[in-house]
């Protein structure tokens, strides 16, 4: 008598992300869901389907009361990119205890809670029921499709007319207060023997805090600060071979996934002391304004430290691998189903 041969039935997943395809939270979504289903899972982005399980990227309440209309039964799981210090300067001050008590309820509605960095396990630590639902994986970064080539970085420069012979300070994020916008723009007028290039437009959020006063920045001429908007991927990766060292004065970050991109391409990265960033061990910490401009100047000032913080930058940033992430997530998926 033969047995029936049978096959494991592929597992079926929704990632909902609701945001635009440039911002980085898209951006990371789209690299892992490539990897799963390399791995044998079927992921679909923001489709509508039967799926065994629903991740959710992007907890927006509209996002979640869709997912409850179409899936009631279907078990949810996310990846937290809100917090108490997130809310900050994206929603009114008013509004924050609403969203905070939405966001105990989207939690609780979670089997599995992914922590990208030991801030938010600790933040969510304070919560009852929901800290025992927790779960800390860094963020695996998708580094395939950020090509390093110098030629590409002449193109860059050459596009947004940057002088051969000026060193360059790129960051790359939303246009938002709490990023360090003005902190970033205070330090171009400061050092104006660099050129200093941010990549990234405005949040498409209408609760964005300040939203005119970042749309009159950008409008304003400055000599050696230029605003790209956002940029496709390939052109991503052109700004970074562009780049001399790349300076990330966020106040608040639920992983930092930019950072990890640029350690990818050699730069040193300046970051601020945040908690968040103690992963990152190739990071140069500064606390202030004037730290973070003498930190800039010293390593684009001297070329041993450049090399030295470039060399540690292109060692760390292979351990955040997608590929060992992803398998950790489908293990996940697995264990939930």
């Not at 395809?21 to 390399?38: E, H, M, P, Q």
């Not at 396990?121 to 080539?149: A, F, Q, T, W």
């Not at 002088?163 to 916008?181: C, N, W, Y």
């Amino acid at each position: 008598m033969f047995k029936r041969m049978t096959t494991k039935k592929k597992l079926k997943v929704l990632f909902v992300v609701d945001a635009n395809k440039d911002t980085g939270i898209y951006v990371f979504a789209n690299s892992l869901a490539k990897v799963l289903r390399r791995k044998g899972v079927d992921v679909k982005i923001d489709e509508r389907g039967k799926y065994d399980l629903i991740h959710i990227q992007n907890p927006l309440p509209i996002s979640y009361l869709r997912v409850k209309k179409r899936h009631p039964f279907t078990p949810i799981v996310c990846t937290t990119n809100m917090t108490h210090s997130e809310l900050v300067g994206i929603i009114p001050k008013a509004m924050t205890p609403i969203a905070e008590n939405y966001l105990y309820l989207f939690y609780l509605a979670c089997k599995k809670i992914i922590c990208s960095s030991p801030k938010i396990m600790n933040e969510l630590s304070k919560l009852p029921v929901i800290s025992k639902r927790r779960i800390y994986l860094p963020n695996g970064v998708c580094l395939e499709d950020l090509h390093k080539d110098k030629t590409d970085g002449e193109k860059f420069r050459k596009k947004y007319k940057i002088p051969e012979d000026k060193k360059v300070v790129l960051s790359v994020a939303t246009l938002q207060k709490r990023k360090g916008i003005f902190d970033f723009v205070k330090a171009s007028k400061k050092l104006k023997n660099y050129t200093f290039v941010w990549v990234g437009g405005i949040a498409q959020l209408p609760t964005v805090h300040g939203k005119n006063e970042l749309k009159k920045l950008m409008k304003e001429k400055h000599d050696n600060l230029v605003f790209t908007g956002f940029l496709k991927r390939k052109e991503l990766g052109n700004a970074y071979a562009s780049a001399d060292v790349f300076l990330f004065p966020t106040y608040a970050e639920t992983f930092g996934l930019v950072a990890v991109e640029a350690a990818h391409f050699g730069l040193p990265v300046i970051i601020r002391d945040l908690p968040e960033f103690k992963m990152f061990k190739f990071g140069i910490k500064f606390r202030n304004q004037k730290s973070m401009e003498r930190k800039i100047k010293k390593v684009l000032e001297n070329k041993e430290k450049w090399k030295k913080y470039s060399e540690k930058s292109l060692k760390e940033a292979d351990t955040f691998s997608i590929d060992s992430y992803a398998d950790e997530m489908k293990e996940i998926y697995e264990k939930v189903i």
